[in-house]
C-alpha cells in the first residue's frame, strides 16, 4: 500500500485511457500536454506503450532522442532515480517508452504473480510534485500496465469515439476500473472524452446519442466533456509524419510557414485541443475542491 505521503504527491496524476485501440489516446495525450505545456503549466508526460508513439508525435524518436523506455524500466526494477527527457518542448518534459516497456511489463508481470502491486505509483511518487500535471499514456492490449498506470493515478481520462464498438468497450474499462478501486480508491474518472467526429456527425446528432451512451454506461461516475476532438486526417497524419503538434502545424499556417496541403481543419483541430486542456484545468480544480470540502466535512 502506499503511503498519504506517496498519495499525495501523486494527486495530479492523470492516466489516459481506454481498452480499445485507435480511440485517440496518443493524440489526446500528446496534443494535451503540449496545450497545457504552452499555458505555463509544467508537465510531465509518460509513455507506456511500447509502440512510442508519442516520440513520434512529438519529434524526439526520429532525432534519436528517445530511451526505448529504459530509463523507466530501470528506475522501476533497479531503483535508479528516474530522469525524464527534459524539454521536450517548454515546460514539457517526457518519459518514453519503446523496446524496455515491454521488459517493464514482464518485471511487473513476474513481481504481481499474486498481488496487486504499487511499484510504478512508487516510482513516480518522487517525480511527481515537480509538475503541475503528470499524463500517462497507455496501450490498449497490455492489462499489467494498465492495472499500474491506474494503480498511479488520481484521475483517469476516457477518450472514445462514437461507434457502438467503441462504448461497448467501455463496459470491460468499467469493469477494471471497479477491481483497481479495491486497491486505489482515491482513482476517480475526471471525465470521457468523444473523439474523431466530423462536423456532419455533431450536426446530426450522433454526438449527442454517444454522449446519452457514455452516460449510461458511466452512469454517475464520470461527466462527458463538452469538448469533442473533431476528425481531420490530414492534420493528424502530418503530425505524427513531422513530429510537431497540432498546435504547431496551425500556428506555421497562420504565419504562411507552411506551403503544403494542409487545409484550415487543421486551426479548427488545434482549438479543440486547446479547450480540451482549458476544461480539463477546470474540471480539476473543481474536483479538487469538492474533494477538499468533503474531507473537511469527514474531519
Known amino acids: ?26 493524440s489526446t495525450s500528446t496534443n494535451t500536454a503540449g496545450a497545457l505545456a504552452s499555458n505555463g503549466f509544467k ?50 518534459d517526457v518519459i518514453p517508452a519503446g523496446d524496455h516497456t515491454g521488459d517493464l511489463a514482464d518485471f511487473f508481470q ?4 499474486n498481488s496487486v502491486g504499487t511499484q510504478l505509483a512508487e516510482t513516480l511518487a518522487p517525480l511527481a510534485p515537480r509538475y503541475d500535471v503528470v499524463l500517462i499514456d497507455t496501450p490498449p492490449n497490455s492489462p499489467v500496465l494498465m492495472d499500474q498506470a491506474l494503480l498511479a493515478a488520481r484521475w483517469l481520462l476516457i477518450p472514445t469515439r462514437t461507434d457502438s464498438e467503441s462504448i461497448d468497450g467501455l463496459t ?22 468523444i473523439f474523431g467526429t466530423s462536423g456532419r456527425s455533431t450536426a446530426s446528432g450522433i454526438v449527442g446519442n454517444a454522449r446519452k451512451d457514455l452516460e449510461g454506461v458511466l452512469g454517475d461516475v464520470a461527466p462527458v466533456f463538452d469538448t469533442f476532438i473533431r476528425y481531420a486526417e490530414s492534420p493528424a497524419r502530418a503530425s505524427r509524419e ?8 496551425a500556428q506555421a499556417l497562420i504565419e504562411k510557414h507552411d506551403a503544403s496541403d494542409l487545409t484550415k481543419s487543421v486551426i479548427g483541430l488545434a482549438d479543440d485541443y486547446k479547450r480540451l486542456a482549458e476544461e480539463i484545468v477546470l474540471a480539476l480544480a473543481n474536483a479538487e475542491e469538492e474533494a477538499a470540502r468533503a474531507e473537511g466535512v469527514q474531519a
Do not use: W
Request: with cysteine.
Open 172 to 193: 470491460r474499462l468499467a469493469q477494471r476500473i471497479g477491481r483497481i478501486a479495491e486497491h486505489n480508491p482515491n482513482l476517480t474518472v475526471l471525465g470521457a472524452l
Open 43 to 92: 508537465v510531465c508526460l509518460i509513455d507506456l506503450d511500447s509502440q512510442g508513439s508519442v516520440g513520434a508525435d512529438l519529434g524526439f524518436k526520429s532525432a534519436g532522442l528517445g530511451d526505448n523506455g529504459a530509463t523507466l524500466y530501470k528506475a522501476v526494477s533497479f531503483g535508479e532515480e528516474l530522469q525524464p527527457l527534459k524539454n521536450v518542448r517548454p515546460n514539457l
Open 242 to 249: 513531422r513530429g510537431q503538434l497540432v498546435a504547431e502545424l
Open 110 to 113: 513476474s513481481r504481481n504473480r
Open 1 to 26: 500500500m502506499l503511503t498519504a505521503a506517496q498519495t499525495n504527491a501523486l494527486r495530479r496524476v492523470v492516466t489516459i485511457m481506454n481498452q480499445k485501440g485507435g480511440v485517440g489516446k496518443t
